[in-house]
């Protein structure tokens, strides 16, 4: 990030992970993100990024090395295999990434959130950690090839507990996780 002309910061804190595993949920503004998950949380976690980036010369041999799992938005067999795999990562106790709209946003404005996130959280029991990521749109979008200096934040929400949704619809508790990471953000 500081060879990208960023300067990072932290608001809230990322939960002691001698309590977890976590479900870490966020906005995906920029290829920054990923870097601003590393940098705010201080244990290894995984997750799942599209499968196309696992290719790409440098960072693709980095996801790979880091344990990340790849993910073929476009077939829904595969991207369900993707998710189970991450559910039995979970289940033997680490923490995972992911950003439920699925892909960068265009606009800088929060986008639909898919379900296979939720579906992961109801299936393990997971406490969720809404995080909110801030200016890195601005200082990468996905229209632009340039860097823009700036401030890059990572906003931890109050972790949401099994016990708080085991009782909410997929859909129920998608809408809550977007309203909480969209007060995040503001």
Known sequence: ?????????????APDPKNGP?????????????????????HYFTGVGAAEQFSYPVWGHLVK?????????EELGSAI????????????????????????TLTGVLGHFKKGAFHVAKNTGIT???????GAYSAKNKNDWRLKPGVLITNFGKPITYEEYKKMSVDDLRDMVKLKIS????
């Open 22 to 42: 976590y479900l870490y949920l966020m906005n995906h503004e920029s290829l920054f993100d990923g870097f601003m998950m590393l940098a705010g949380i201080r």
């Open 81 to 104: 295999n993707s998710l189970k795999k991450l559910e039995d990562a979970i289940q033997d106790g680490i923490s995972a990434m992911i950003a439920p709209e699925g892909t960068r």
């Open 65 to 73: 090395k880091y344990g990340a799992i790849p993910l073929v938005r």
């Open 183 to 186: 007060e995040l953000i503001l």
């Open 1 to 13: 990030m500081l060879f990208g002309g960023q300067w990072f910061q932290v608001k809230g804190k």
């Open 128 to 134: 969720i950690v809404p995080v909110g990521l801030m």
